[in-house]
């Protein structure tokens, strides 16, 4: 079992930035593929970005690429999103999750956090 505790949502202005953080309780926290996922009531869950158990890939969705970075650390058992550049439409609860696969995070990752809310002001 992985337990995983998100951090730093908030209130930003259009253009603004945040980070966002992820605790995650087990010692063995290496051994697993993190991501960030985002819902919002008309669109849904969405995959954000994504990072190996040992970090050294990543992908990201289109929508944030170029704009969010996903990094981790294995010492510290945590993830983070730095999220640039924020957007109205990026307004959303976010989600860290977890799985021991890279194809199962992007399907259907087994463990998730309980969300931070993100609102970006126009």
């Known amino acids: 079992q992985v337990h995983l505790v998100e951090s730093g949502g908030g209130l930003v202005q259009a253009g603004g930035s945040l980070r966002l953080s992820c605790a995650a309780s087990?010692?063995?926290?290496?051994?697993?593929?993190m991501g960030w996922f985002r819902q919002t009531p008309g669109k849904g869950l969405e995959f954000l970005a994504g990072?190996?158990?040992?970090?050294?890939?990543?992908v990201y969705a289109d929508s944030v690429k170029g704009r969010f970075t996903i990094s981790r650390d294995n010492a510290e058992n945590t993830v983070d999103l730095q999220m640039n550049s924020l957007k109205p439409e990026d307004t959303a609860v976010y989600y860290c999750?977890?799985?021991?696969?890279?194809?199962?995070?992007?399907?259907?990752?087994?463990?998730w956090g309980q969300g931070t809310q993100v609102t970006v002001s126009s």
């Open positions: 999750a977890g799985d021991l696969t890279n194809e199962g995070l992007r399907r259907e990752p087994r463990y």
């Open positions: 087990r010692r063995t926290f290496s051994d697993y593929a």
């Open positions: 990072t190996s158990s040992s970090g050294a890939y990543t």
